[in-house]
Structure formats: structure tokens, C-alpha cells
């Protein structure tokens, strides 16, 4: 659909509530789900198959239609993939298919990075992380493609609260539009100001990483090749990206 003709079909459903219109958005935007399920993660618990995913996805995409305001300066296919992927995750989460012992290692990683960080007022090297945990630097490699590969850490589901009482917020939710409630926009502006803050924190590499996969939507594998590294070795940049990331949040943000 020309953008004339989408702009027309945004007015449409929002001024009017014209149900044809909304129809005809959540039919153009549809691919962006098929797109987000691929992305979400490499394998599937038995429990689920990748049309779950689909039908996750499509109701993030309709939630999305429904709360997105086209007045503002927020391009929608940005603020879709968020909801799209939240809902997938939610999925995800809700089967509990990520092993005890991977999300228990998971916590001690982030354990030795807000350690570390808070000791040598610097991000930490791998050797450092490996020596904290007391594992081979390649265990910590491995450890970290398999925390990567759960979609266990993620910028777009980066919890800012604790896992331990179910409280938490993600970046769709920074994402998400707040008119209704001017604190909670003000909260917001908040929360991307200190995600940018920290994304330029990272090491050069991981903040690389971070804007060719999540701004502009290049696979692991194709990332992979425009660093002249393995697609299993940006799984652990990435993963050790958003590590960081929630360490520095969680500091910054004093939610803990």
C-alpha cells in the first residue's frame, strides 16, 4: 500500500475507529511478525511449534496497531517489532522452556559483571569475567551462546525489575505510548535516555553489535560477516551487550 494511501488509512481508523481501516494496516504491517518469530530464536522447545510464535506475534502486532499514535515522531515498524516480540517472549516464558541450570548461570553472570564493574569502575574484559565466575574463558564463551541462543537475554525484553517477585518492565514498555498519563511519559522519556546513556557505555564492538541487529535488523550470521567473526561468537558479544546494558540500567535506574 503507497504511504498516501497508509497515512489516509491511519487517519481513518484512529479519527473515525473505522474498523476497515485497521484491518487493512494490520494487513500491511503482517510481515513484520513472520520476521520477529524467525529472529526470536534458533530452536523451539517440543512443546511449541513456529505458528505459535505467528499467532503470539499477530496479537503483539494488533496491540501495537491499536496503541500506536501516528502524531508522533515514532516510526511504526520500530514500535511494532517491540510489542511483537514481547508477545513472543511471553509465549516463550509462559512454557518455562529455558533449563534451570541455564537461567541459574545466567544470574551468576550478571552477578560477576555488577561485581566486577563496581570494583574496577570499568566494563570488564572476558579474561576477568571467566576468572570471577572460575571457568575457562571458552566454558564463559560457551556459556554465554547458550544463554543467547534461549532469547533468555534480549534488549527488546531487558528486565528492569526482579525475575524473583514478577515485577519488571521491558523496552516495549518504554516504548509504548503514554498520552493518557503524563508521569508515565515522563518515566519513559526517562528510560530511553538512560538506555542511550548506557548503549554508548558499551565496549565498541557490542555497541556495534547492538545497532546492526536491533536499528538495522541484520541477522547474527549477516552481523557475523561484517565483523569477519562467527555467528556463534556475536551470540556471546550480544549476549555480553545486554548484560551489561541491564547492569548499567539497574544501577542508573536505582530499582534495586
Not at 169 to 183: Q, R, W
Not at 188 to 207: F, G, K, S, T, Y
Amino acid at each position: 500500500m503507497p504511504t498516501a494511501e497508509m497515512d489516509k488509512a491511519w487517519e481513518r481508523y484512529k479519527r473515525y475507529g473505522d474498523p476497515q481501516a485497521r484491518s487493512q494496516i494490520i494487513e500491511r504491517y503482517a510481515y513484520l511478525v513472520k520476521i520477529t518469530a524467525g529472529r526470536v530464536v534458533s530452536s523451539l522447545p517440543p512443546t511449541l511449534d513456529r505458528e505459535d510464535l505467528v499467532s503470539a506475534g499477530i496479537m503483539g502486532l494488533i496491540k501495537a496497531v491499536d496503541q500506536f499514535d501516528p502524531s508522533r515522531q515514532v516510526k511504526f515498524e520500530t514500535y511494532a517489532i517491540a510489542l511483537i516480540r514481547g508477545a513472543i517472549l511471553e509465549l516463550l516464558r509462559s512454557e518455562d522452556w529455558v533449563p534451570r541450570s541455564v537461567r541459574d548461570r545466567v544470574k551468576a553472570l550478571e552477578r560477576a559483571y555488577s561485581a566486577l564493574e563496581s570494583r574496577l569502575g570499568r566494563p570488564p574484559t572476558e579474561d576477568e569475567i571467566s576468572g570471577e565466575l572460575g571457568i575457562t574463558v571458552e566454558d564463559y564463551h560457551q556459556l554465554l551462546c547458550d544463554a543467547g541462543r534461549t532469547s533468555l537475554l534480549s534488549l527488546e525484553d531487558l528486565i528492569l525489575g526482579t525475575q524473583d517477585t514478577g515485577e519488571s518492565l521491558h523496552i516495549a514498555d518504554v516504548l509504548s505510548d503514554a498520552t493518557a498519563d503524563p508521569i508515565a511519559e515522563v518515566e519513559q522519556r526517562e528510560m530511553r535516555r538512560l538506555l542511550a546513556q548506557a548503549i554508548d557505555r558499551l565496549p565498541e564492538r557490542e555497541r556495534l553489535v547492538i545497532a546492526l541487529y536491533y536499528y538495522e535488523g541484520l541477522t547474527f550470521r549477516e552481523i557475523g560477516r561484517v565483523l569477519g567473526v562467527s555467528e556463534s561468537r556475536v551470540y556471546q558479544l550480544h549476549t555480553q551487550a545486554v548484560l551489561r546494558l541491564r547492569n548499567h540500567l539497574q544501577r542508573d535506574a536505582g530499582m534495586f
